[in-house]
């Protein structure tokens, strides 16, 4: 190629930005972020009972997940946090951690392995599940909770990635799309 002509390519490519093929930079893609929840249970949990949200505070309801397992799995963390309860309510044994953003996790009925101030990360065993969980339709059921606050969330939802979808910005042109969470 004569130079007044790659000259004349340089000098195009540095006017609009845009850099020839040859020079584009090698990248190799960023490892996929790590995912800061898991189940409490080894294995695919099996759901017994859902999340049944109170319709106010002292409302009845299900403040949780029942999961079926056999007696003496292993109960895990479900993130990264400290303990902060690991003990009886109500004649049963009951292991809660507290959460980065003020999630706590709470777990029964487990045999604890873990004292309260303990940090604990996702994945770690708290204990082995205990049978005797009332409405349990198999030999064990871990109850599993999660609240920010005084608010009852679903725990399941730890488990699935957020929605993002992209919606039109100023009119359904969808030129200009923007992320929903």
Known sequence: ?????????????VLTGVAPAAAAPVSTPAPPPEVPWSAPLPGEPEVTRPFEPPPHRYGPGHRGVDLAAAPGSP????????VV?????????????????????????VRPSVGAGRPVARGEPLGVLDPGHDGCPVAAC?????RRGEV???PLSLLR???VRLLPL??????HPVIDR
Do not use: I, K, N, Q
């Not at 190629?1 to 490519?13: G, H, S, W």
């Not at 109960?75 to 400290?82: C, H, N, W």
């Open 85 to 109: 309860f690991s003990g009886m309510v109500a004649g049963r044994p009951v292991v809660s951690v507290e959460h980065a953003g003020g999630l706590r996790t709470t777990y029964e009925p």
């Open 161 to 163: 990635p957020p929605r």
């Open 142 to 146: 871990l109850h599993w909770g999660a």
């Open 1 to 13: 190629m004569p130079r007044p002509l790659v000259a004349l390519l340089l000098l195009l490519a």
């Open 152 to 154: 009852y969330l679903d």
């Open 75 to 82: 109960v895990l963390a479900a993130g990264d946090g400290v």
């Open 170 to 175: 100023g009119g359904d042109d969808g030129r």
